[in-house]
């Protein structure tokens, strides 16, 4: 499921693009992070929608925080919220690595 973005900074000439080859690394966790909130036949929704977390945040945010994080520069950029029962909005959202996000939320 996730990828290693850890060669994002490479250039071509259609600019910034990850080891994947997906120029758009941001917009995969900004559709899981949405489908988790929204989408009850989501495996993970329990745990989000479910619980009544909202997802309040834009394509254009979500990659804000991917560039202002050094997501690129992840082994595994995972999106964290970093008051756990609030929503994902910009102000409460940051890019970790996904180990470290696993042992926080338990």
Do not use: H
């Not at 490479?10 to 080859?21: D, F, P, Q, V, W």
């Not at 997802?55 to 992840?74: C, G």
């Not at 964290?80 to 909005?89: I, K």
Request: aromatic content about 16%; charged content about 35%; proline content about 3%.
């Amino acid at each position: 499921m996730y990828k290693d973005y850890s060669q994002f900074n490479k250039e071509n000439s259609y600019g910034t693009i990850s080891s994947s080859g997906s120029r758009y690394p941001w917009y995969r966790v900004y559709d899981n992070a949405r489908q988790r909130c929204t989408n009850p036949k989501t495996r993970s929704y329990k745990n989000y929608g479910g619980r009544g977390i909202k997802f309040f945040m834009t394509r254009k945010e979500i990659k804000k925080l991917w560039f202002r994080d050094k997501a690129y520069l992840l082994k595994v950029p995972s999106i964290d919220r970093e008051d756990n029962d609030g929503n994902y909005e910009y102000s409460n959202c940051q890019f970790i690595e996904l180990d470290i996000n696993r042992v926080k939320d338990r």
